[in-house]
């Protein structure tokens, strides 16, 4: 589906299950689309465990654009997108928010904003390559629900350190997460099972 937003329309590619407990709203990278295999990765799991999953296409990408658009635009499409699922398919379901690279920052500047339950960042670029000075973990650190990073270990972006309510996972690979989806896969699996706002919702 498409929602309108002040950027232009986003893209929804939403994955019921009957009877969720919780929802998953997942964004992109900044080059990539939402077929990234560490996204489907995800997103598969999430299903798997019985949440709705919802995909989000950026409006930039959506107009056939590759280059991503200023952040103020990322960050105020993505809260029309969560608002208007929240509202909608999505309605009285818990949400976990989170993406890749760059979607997982925007998915960390506007969890409390959109109300998310918890955070999942794949491959969180805590700095450009070779430019530990511009650290971006304050945008990690603002988060106060509970956030899970899987990161590759050989990822030029950077390692966040542990940090209270933050889960870290070092899997094999770089910033792609291409090299052991199944480490990403269980990973993801183990925290979901364990968030306190989807045994509420009625999971086991």
Do not use: N
Not at 116 to 124: E, K, P, R, S
Not at 130 to 138: H, V
Not at 155 to 163: K, L, T, W, Y
Not at 164 to 179: F, K, M, N, Q, Y
């Amino acid at each position: 589906m498409d929602v309108q937003t002040p950027h232009g329309p986003a893209r929804v590619h939403l994955h019921a299950v009957d009877a969720a407990g919780g929802a998953l709203v997942l964004g992109h990278g900044a080059g990539g689309g939402v077929t990234a295999p560490d996204l489907v990765a995800a997103a598969k799991v999430a299903g798997e465990e019985g949440l709705t999953v919802a995909l989000v296409e950026q409006p930039y990408r959506v107009a056939g654009r590759k280059a991503p658009a200023p952040a103020a635009q990322l960050d105020a499409a993505w809260r029309t997108v969560v608002a208007h699922l929240a509202e909608g398919d999505l309605a009285g379901l818990p949400l976990v928010t989170g993406g890749r690279s760059a979607g997982a920052r925007v998915a960390c500047r506007t969890a409390a904003d959109v109300g998310a339950a918890a955070v999942l960042c794949l491959a969180f670029p805590v700095h450009p390559p070779g430019r530990p000075e511009k650290s971006r973990l304050e945008e990690l650190d603002a988060v106060t629900v509970p956030v899970l990073v899987v990161q590759g270990d050989r990822d030029p972006f950077g390692m966040p350190p542990d940090h209270a309510g933050r889960t870290v996972t070092r899997v094999r690979g770089d910033h792609s997460l291409r090299a052991d989806r199944a480490a990403l896969s269980d990973a993801v699996r183990a925290w979901l099972r364990d968030l306190p706002a989807l045994r509420r919702a009625g999971r086991s």
